[in-house]
């Protein structure tokens, strides 16, 4: 018994140094240490973020084995290019986020191509009416026009913005993501939108 006060102090600080780690700033840190190439660092860095990191992907991929590739996918990407994050531009956990995202939506299309390259095999023969060439053309200038628009968002508006409307993330989930307040992330949000209406309005 007499070793009981020790246990508990010892325990709490195994606590606190796992409340720093799971923060913001511990997750910079973590960062700093794999740009150094620090393995064990990545290896902490991917206990801590691939439960978001998976959650992400299988709302993008739904498939759970695909949704695990995704995740291996982007955290190699994020080993590999741990070097280009800057802390200035955003957190830890939205960079990671972004990068699944990308790799979810790559997956997609690659999933997407397939399918089309097999139904253009099947219907090789056959023109797409007008309307159809149209519709993409129209797509296409409509997707051009709305990366222009977050391009003029300021870095934390566009940040909030593509977690929200790319990545599907609720307001809470976004605010967890860039450790900021609920309340924050919702004004960045809104005055983003604001702005891209107001882009796609003058781009019309």
Request: proline share 3%; hydrophobic share 35%; glycine share 4%.
């Amino acid at each position: 018994m007499k070793h009981g006060p020790q246990k508990m102090q010892s325990a709490r600080r195994l606590s606190a140094v796992d409340e720093r780690t799971n923060s913001g700033d511990g997750l910079v840190t973590l960062m700093e240490a794999v740009q150094r190439g620090d393995r064990s660092a990545f290896a902490a860095l991917y206990d801590q973020l691939s439960p978001s990191v998976y959650g992400l992907a299988r709302r993008v991929v739904r498939d759970p084995a695909r949704a695990e590739e995704v995740v291996q996918d982007a955290m190699v990407e994020v080993w590999r290019r741990a070097t280009r994050f800057d802390s200035e531009q955003g957190s830890v956990r939205s960079w990671v986020l972004m990068i699944t995202h990308r790799r979810a939506v790559d997956r997609v299309r690659t999933e997407q191509s397939r399918r089309d390259r097999e139904e253009r095999v099947a219907s090789r023969d056959q023109e797409p009416p007008s309307d159809v060439v149209s519709d993409r053309v129209e797509h296409d200038f409509e997707r051009q026009r709305v990366v222009r628009a977050l391009d003029a968002l300021t870095p934390l508006q566009r940040e909030a913005v593509k977690l929200a409307y790319y990545s599907g993330l609720t307001h809470q989930e976004i605010a967890e993501a860039l450790d900021a307040p609920l309340g924050t992330v919702k004004t960045r949000i809104r005055d983003g939108m604001i702005r891209l209406r107001d882009s796609l309005g003058a781009m019309a």
